[in-house]
C-alpha cells in the first residue's frame, strides 16, 4: 500500500505563489513518476504537472507552464509544487498521484494511488 499526504494549500490573492508537498510512504517511491491533478468544482480532473522517478524530465500542462513548478526530493519521499503567479483559475482541490512505472503521463487513470486533496483558493 501507498499512502500520499499532500500539505500546503490555502488562500492567496492573485499573483501570489504557494508551495505544495506530497509526502509518499509505504513503499520505494524513488522508482515511481509522480504527478500533480487539480479539480475545481463542476469539472474534470485536470492534469497539471509531472515528473519522472529521477527528477530530470518534467512535463506541465499548457496553462501552468512557466508559472509552476515541479520537484521531487527522493530521500525525503516528497514531491513538491511550486506555484507563482497565481490566478483565480487556479483555485481547485490539488492532488498528487504516484505511477507504479518510472515514466511520465498526464492521463488520470495511468497513476495507481492518490492523496486526498488540498484546497487552494486564489481570490482576485
Known amino acids: 500500500q501507498v499512502q500520499l499526504v499532500e500539505s500546503g494549500g490555502g488562500l492567496v490573492q492573485a499573483g501570489g505563489f504557494l508551495r505544495l508537498s506530497c509526502a509518499a510512504s509505504?513503499?520505494?517511491?524513488?522508482?515511481?513518476?509522480m504527478g500533480w491533478f487539480r479539480q475545481a468544482p463542476g469539472k474534470e480532473r485536470e492534469f497539471v504537472a509531472a515528473?519522472?522517478?529521477?527528477?530530470?524530465?518534467?512535463y506541465y500542462a499548457d496553462s501552468v507552464k512557466g508559472r509552476f513548478t515541479i520537484s521531487r526530493d527522493n530521500a525525503k519521499n516528497t514531491v513538491y509544487l511550486q506555484m507563482n503567479s497565481l490566478k483565480p483559475e487556479d483555485s481547485a482541490v490539488y492532488y498528487c498521484?504516484?505511477?507504479?512505472?518510472?515514466?511520465?503521463?498526464?492521463?488520470?487513470?495511468?497513476?495507481?494511488?492518490w492523496g486526498q486533496g488540498t484546497q487552494v483558493t486564489v481570490s482576485s
Open positions: 498521484a504516484l505511477r507504479f512505472t518510472p515514466g511520465m503521463t498526464m492521463t488520470v487513470a495511468s497513476y495507481d494511488y
Open positions: 509505504g513503499r520505494t517511491f524513488s522508482r515511481n513518476a
Open positions: 515528473i519522472s522517478w529521477s527528477g530530470g524530465s518534467t
